[in-house]
């Protein structure tokens, strides 16, 4: 399910097959995830046998009994856009059809199709169907209003998280921030939404004093518990109702349902450059590169190694990232399209190794998937290394020996506790140090542990060359400091 997710994340259409309820249920958390970020996904489950005798597909197993359930949609509704359970083999061409045509429409998502075994061996002759894929665009009078509203503006901002998961919405989000002179933060959120070395492209930005803000594509465009928006909102998505979220309290003054490519698109030419704003935006931009610019020359002989050392170290290999832990994509050169994809919002553990593998199957890209130690093994490594024999990928293992979300949960929630003031969190106190990957070697692949910065370089070559010369994965577990 996470491979078909990362063909997805290529510009593609996964599909996976499911063993009945069991595979639904073990896939569940890859549908969730990918209902979240709405990337399209095809599950196709299989479903118990109806009968007890009488047919070849009659029940033979204990399982059959045990596996049915009453309703098997209903462990998947609230996470996909439409579930079908075909009653018989001629509706099969309509439900794929329908199927793949729901998922890549606007909003993408996953869409779920049971297939009774009966139904499976009965014959059929192919025949094909129509059914074009649709977006959503904006009404005249939405684009009125803001087209009024930012040009009235003095300090807009753009707010996004993945404007960049189509390439006409990155080029065209790019277009419209460089032509009027408008930050845009997550400029890197889950897709690169704005390449990092644009003007545009800032770190952080006081809110306090913005308006109007512009939402793409952001489902959470800030945390209210720690920062209160009081500037007039555009929000454009393909769903900007977000009605799967039950409790959602974000201002919405013009809510317009649109791609952000049709947005941008028609409102270029309509709004006036900011000149003054350009040369803010130009400072600012100065100003945070160079901070960062010290703060890796200070990380750069820390041991354990820093992950934001190692996530600049990263980024200069140039490849695809597929990031589930804490590479930090703000100390990285990432400028092309489809070169990052970072934690879906779901936060569903294991996905990253798999979706390296569908990424590389979808584009013909290199890829490297960053991982936690944990997230690593939740990705199931022997199922990755069977697989990586044919699709070779780069894994790189953040590895700080502890559980690091647990931990930084108990600082934000008892930053005076017993935890905090003796610096005791939960995590695995091993008196040695797991060599998490290392069996990947007997597979053919390629493995090295590092603790020092100073071999952190030639590790990283080494691993990507030995994917790209030898055409087997390789997988580099670094010791990190326990810090973002």
């Known amino acids: 399910a996470a491979a078909a997710m990362g063909y997805s994340i290529g510009g593609k259409i996964g599909a996976v097959a499911v063993h009945t309820t069991p595979g639904t249920a073990n896939a569940l958390g890859m549908i969730m995830n990918a209902h979240g970020s709405k990337i399209p996904l095809l599950i196709i489950a299989g479903r118990s046998p109806y009968t007890e ?19 098997q949609g209903e462990m998947v509704r609230q996470w996909v856009k439409w579930d079908f359970e075909v009653r018989t083999a001629d509706q099969i061409p309509e439900t794929v059809s329908r199927a793949i045509q729901l998922a890549l429409s606007e909003p993408q998502g996953p869409v779920y199709v049971t297939l009774p075994r009966e139904v499976s061996i009965e014959k059929i002759r192919p025949r094909r169907t129509r059914a074009s894929v649709y977006e959503p665009g904006p009404s005249r009078k939405a684009l009125d209003l803001s087209v009024n509203l930012i040009n009235r503006a003095e300090n807009p901002v753009i707010i996004t998280w993945r404007a960049g998961k189509k390439k006409e919405w990155f080029e065209s989000l790019k277009a419209f921030a460089d032509r009027v002179g408008i930050p845009v933060l997550n400029y890197v959120g889950e897709y690169v939404n704005y390449p990092s070395s644009g003007i545009s492209a800032l770190d952080n930005y006081d809110l306090s004093k913005v308006d109007p803000v512009i939402t793409v594509e952001v489902d959470v465009p800030w945390i209210p518990k720690y920062i209160d928006v009081n500037a007039k909102v555009i929000r454009v998505d393909t769903d900007p109702g977000f009605a799967s979220i039950p409790f959602y309290g974000f201002p919405c003054d013009v809510c317009i349902q649109s791609t952000p490519s049709e947005f941008f698109d028609q409102i270029l030419y309509r709004v006036k450059p900011k000149e003054w704003n350009k040369e803010q935006l130009k400072e600012l931009k100065e100003k945070q590169e160079d901070s960062k610019r010290k703060e890796i ?168 060359d030995y994917v790209t010369s030898k055409n087997k994965p390789a997988i580099i577990q670094v010791i990190t400091e326990r810090d973002r």
């Open 297 to 464: 020359e200070r990380l750069s002989d820390k041991s354990p190694i820093h992950p934001r050392y190692l996530s600049y170290k990263i980024g200069e290999l140039g490849l695809a990232i597929m990031n589930e832990y804490t590479f930090n994509p703000r100390y990285a050169k990432l400028d092309r399209f489809s070169s990052y994809f970072g934690p879906p919002a779901v936060g569903t553990l294991g996905w990253a190794i798999g979706a390296a593998i569908g990424y590389k199957l979808a584009t013909g890209n290199d890829v490297i998937a960053t991982v936690g130690d944990g997230s690593f093994i939740f990705g199931v490594p022997d199922a990755f290394y069977y697989a990586s024999l044919k699709v070779p990928v780069m894994v790189v293992i953040y590895d700080n020996g502890g559980w690091y979300a647990s931990a930084l949960a108990v600082k934000e929630v008892f930053p005076e506790g017993n935890a905090v003031k003796n610096n005791r969190y939960p995590g695995a106190d091993f008196e040695y140090r797991m060599r998490l990957g290392e069996s990947i070697t007997s597979y053919g692949g390629f493995y090295k542990l590092v603790e020092d910065p100073q071999e952190l370089d030639e590790a990283l070559k080494m691993g990507a």
């Open 53 to 71: 005798r009488g047919s070849p597909a009659s029940r033979n197993l204990r399982i059959h009994w045990l596996q049915e359930c009453r309703d």
